[in-house]
C-alpha cells in the first residue's frame, strides 16, 4: 500500500455516461497529479494540483474535469468520453522539499473502458 | 519536448543475473528518477538521483547519470523473479511537470 488509494478500480461506461473517478492519499502530500496510460504509450500528465490550485493542465480535452476539494481528495469528472479514452487512470501525491522533491506516490489507478 | 526514453524496450534474463536498462533525455534536467510498475498497477518509485551526482545505490538498484550525455542507466544486480515489471526513468526539469518515458519491460525467469 502507498498510502493513496482510487476508487473504482474498474469502470465500463458508454459514450453518453457522466461518471467521476475518485483519488485519496493518507501521506499529507499538498501535491497530487492525474496521469493517462495507454497501451504502448508513455505516461501521459493531465493535471496537477498543488495546494488545491491548479497549476498544470496538459492541453486536456474539455470532456475530463478535474476538481481538488481539498489537499488529500481529488476527483476526475468524465462526460462524453471517446473509445480512445479508454486506459489506465492514475492518481499519485507528491510532498514538495527536501530529498523527496518531487518523488511521487501512485495509486493502483482505475481501469476505464469506454464503449 | 522533453522525454525520457528508454533502452531496450524490453528485456529477457535468468534469476541470479544482472538487468542493466538504459534511459536518455533531451533537455536539461533537475533530477532523474526511476519507477517500477507491475503489470496494471500504480507506479513505485525506485531512486533519485540528482543532477550533480553521478552515481546512487539502493541496495541491490545502482543507478549512474551521465548529464553530458544527457542519459541514466538502472543496474538491477542478482535478479529475482519478482523484479519482472516494467521500469520507467522520469525526468523533472522545474515546477510539477515529471515527464515518464515509455519503459524497459524486464522478465526475469525462474
Same mark, same amino acid.
Given at each position: 500500500?502507498? +498510502?493513496? =488509494? ?17 483519488? *485519496? ?23 496537477? @494540483?498543488?495546494?488545491? *490550485?491548479?497549476?498544470e493542465n ?8 478535474? *476538481? ?11 462526460? =462524453? ?17 527536501? =530529498?523527496?522533491? @518531487? *518523488?511521487?506516490?501512485?495509486?493502483? +489507478?482505475?481501469?476505464? =473502458?469506454?464503449? | 519536448? $522533453?522525454?525520457?526514453? /528508454? ?9 541470479? /543475473? ?6 536518455? %533525455?533531451? !533537455? &536539461?534536467?533537475?533530477?532523474? $528518477?526511476? %519507477?517500477?510498475?507491475? &503489470? ?12 550533480? /551526482? #553521478?552515481?546512487?545505490?539502493?541496495? #541491490? ?7 553530458s550525455k544527457? &542519459?541514466?542507466?538502472?543496474?538491477? !544486480?542478482?535478479? #529475482?523473479?519478482?523484479?519482472?515489471? &516494467? %521500469?520507467?526513468?522520469? !525526468? ?19
Amino acid at each position: 500500500e502507498t +498510502g493513496v =488509494t482510487q476508487t473504482p478500480r474498474h469502470l465500463v461506461m458508454g459514450m453518453t455516461n457522466k461518471k467521476s473517478l475518485k483519488c *485519496e492519499q493518507h501521506l499529507g502530500h499538498n501535491a497530487m497529479y492525474w496521469y493517462k496510460q495507454s497501451a504502448k504509450k508513455p505516461l501521459e500528465l493531465m493535471f496537477v @494540483y498543488n495546494f488545491k *490550485e491548479q497549476t498544470e493542465n496538459n492541453s486536456v480535452p474539455s470532456r475530463f474535469s478535474p *476538481e481538488c476539494p481539498n489537499s488529500s481528495h481529488l476527483f476526475l469528472h468524465l462526460h =462524453t468520453l471517446q473509445p480512445e479514452d479508454s486506459a489506465l487512470y492514475l492518481c499519485a501525491s507528491s510532498q514538495p522539499g527536501g =530529498t523527496a522533491l @518531487y *518523488e511521487q506516490y501512485f495509486g493502483p +489507478g482505475t481501469r476505464l =473502458t469506454v464503449t | 519536448s $522533453q522525454q525520457g526514453e /528508454e533502452d531496450p524496450q524490453a528485456l529477457s534474463i535468468q534469476e541470479g /543475473e544482472n538487468a542493466t536498462m538504459n534511459c536518455s %533525455y533531451k !533537455t &536539461s534536467i533537475n533530477n532523474l $528518477q526511476w %519507477y517500477r510498475q507491475n &503489470s496494471g498497477r500504480g507506479l513505485v518509485h525506485l531512486i533519485l538521483i540528482r543532477s550533480n /551526482e #553521478r552515481e546512487k545505490h539502493s541496495g #541491490r538498484l545502482r543507478v549512474t547519470l551521465d548529464t553530458s550525455k544527457k &542519459s541514466s542507466s538502472l543496474l538491477i !544486480t542478482a535478479s #529475482r523473479a519478482a523484479d519482472t515489471a &516494467s %521500469y520507467f526513468c522520469a !525526468t523533472e526539469a522545474g515546477g510539477f511537470k515529471t515527464i515518464f518515458g515509455a519503459g524497459t519491460r524486464l522478465f526475469v525467469k525462474a
